[in-house]
Nanobody, 123 residues
Framework: VQLQASGGGLVQAGGSLRLSCAAS???????IGWFRQAPEKEREGVAC??????????YVVDSVKGRFTTSRDNAKNTVYLRMSNLRPEDTAVYYC????????????????WGQGTLVTVSS
């Protein structure tokens, strides 16, 4: 059971990135959360996509609303975080995590975490 986050990189302010969170050992039809941790700051939740049978609890936090969206590709067993209009304050290591309880909704009780992918936004 493993999550693999990828897609980070260096981008200029105003640019876009798409992060991927690929699952192995289980399917992605659970609540999956995205988190980030900037240097010398605490980890914060960014977004969550609920299990497929309950999308009403999916959310993104206010600081990224209108810029970040989540999606799921069951065929690729991957969840995505699409980030646009990036700002320098979005610079952080981004993590995904999964709540593998049946019918899990957001926010989840995350027990399995990916290793993180670094996003750097230059001004």
């Amino acid at each position: 059971v493993q999550l693999q986050a990828s897609g980070g990189g260096l981008v200029q302010a105003g640019g876009s990135l798409r992060l991927s969170c690929a699952a192995s050992g289980f399917t992605v039809d659970y609540a999956i959360g995205w988190f980030r941790q900037a240097p010398e700051k605490e980890r914060e939740g960014v977004a969550c996509i609920s299990s497929t049978n309950d999308d009403s609890s999916s959310y993104v936090v206010d600081s990224v609303k209108g810029r970040f969206t989540t999606s799921r590709d069951n065929a690729k067993n991957t969840v995505y975080l699409r980030m646009s209009n990036l700002r320098p304050e979005d610079t952080a290591v981004y993590y995904c995590a999964v709540d593998r309880s049946p019918g899990s909704t957001c926010p989840g009780r995350y027990r399995t975490w990916g290793q993180g992918t670094l996003v750097t936004v230059s001004s």
